[in-house]
C-alpha cells in the first residue's frame, strides 16, 4: 500500500536534536492523526488534523510540535526529546473527521529511538 | 474519558484451533472498527459495525456487535500462521467524540 506514507522510517537523535517526522497521504483525504505506539501504551493518539485544522490535542508535551500546511502532509516537529519518546510514530488519514465515522488508513510508521 | 477494554491481551493458539477477542465499553457506542497489525507492521482496517446485533463476516472471520451495542467481539476459525498479529478494536461512543478510542489490543501467536 502507498495511500500513506512516511519518512523517515528509522530515526535515532539525541536529546538535544531537532528533527522533523513526515507523511503524506495520497487518498484524498481531509483528516490526518499522529500516533504514537510504545509497548506500554498502544496507539496513543496525539494529535487530529481536519481541513488542516487541529481539531483535538491530548495533552502531548510541547516537544512534539505537528504542522498540517495543506490536506495531504502532516509534520511532527521533535526537539528536546527524552528516553521514554522512543516509540513507533504512526501517521493515519480518513476521509473525514467528524460526522460518520470513517476507517483510518496507516503508514507504515517511523521509528524513533531517542538516546 | 472513553475507555475501551479489549481481552484477551495475549493468546497462543494451535494452527487449527480457534481464536476470539472481546472488546467492552462501560458506554453505549455509535460504531465499533476492528484493525489488524502484522508484527512489524501498521494497523489495517478489517471492518465496521454499526447496527445493534450485527453480524458481519470475512472468511474466517465474524464480527459481532452486541445488542446494547456495548461490546464486540472478533472470532476467528481454524486459525493459520497467517493469522499471527495483533487485532485492534476502535470504539466511538454515541454522542461522545468522532474519533475512535482503541483498545490495547490482542496479539494472537499461532504455533504451526
Known amino acids: 500500500e502507498t495511500g500513506v506514507t512516511q519518512t523517515p522510517r528509522h530515526l535515532v537523535m539525541g536529546m538535544t536534536n531537532k528533527k522533523s517526522l513526515k507523511c503524506e497521504q495520497h487518498?484524498?483525504?481531509?483528516?490526518m492523526y499522529w500516533y504514537k505506539q510504545s509497548a506500554k501504551k498502544p496507539l496513543e493518539l496525539m494529535f487530529v488534523?481536519?481541513?488542516?485544522?487541529?481539531?483535538e490535542n491530548n495533552s502531548v508535551p510541547s516537544r512534539f510540535s505537528p504542522e498540517c500546511p495543506n490536506s495531504s502532509h502532516l509534520f511532527l516537529h521533535l526537539h528536546t526529546l527524552q528516553p521514554e519518546d522512543s516509540a513507533l510514530y504512526l501517521c493515519a488519514s480518513s476521509q473525514a473527521a467528524s460526522g460518520d465515522s470513517y476507517e483510518q488508513y496507516f503508514g507504515p510508521g517511523t521509528r524513533l529511538t531517542v538516546t | 474519558g472513553q475507555q475501551v477494554m479489549q481481552i484477551p491481551q495475549y493468546q497462543h493458539v494451535q494452527e487449527g484451533e480457534d481464536f476470539t477477542t472481546y472488546c467492552n465499553s462501560s458506554?453505549?457506542?455509535?460504531?465499533i472498527q476492528w484493525y489488524k497489525q502484522r508484527p512489524g507492521g501498521h494497523p489495517v482496517f478489517l471492518i465496521q459495525?454499526?447496527?445493534?446485533?450485527e453480524v458481519k463476516k470475512q472468511k474466517r472471520l465474524t464480527f459481532q456487535f452486541g445488542e446494547a451495542k456495548k461490546n464486540s467481539s472478533l472470532h476467528i476459525t481454524a486459525t493459520q500462521t497467517t493469522d499471527v498479529g495483533t487485532y485492534f478494536c476502535a470504539a466511538r461512543a454515541l454522542g461522545g467524540s468522532y474519533i475512535p478510542t482503541f483498545g490495547r489490543g490482542t496479539s494472537l501467536i499461532v504455533h504451526p
Open positions: 458506554t453505549t457506542l455509535s460504531n
Open positions: 459495525l454499526v447496527k445493534s446485533g
Open positions: 487518498l484524498g483525504h481531509n483528516a
Open positions: 488534523y481536519s481541513l488542516e485544522e487541529r481539531v
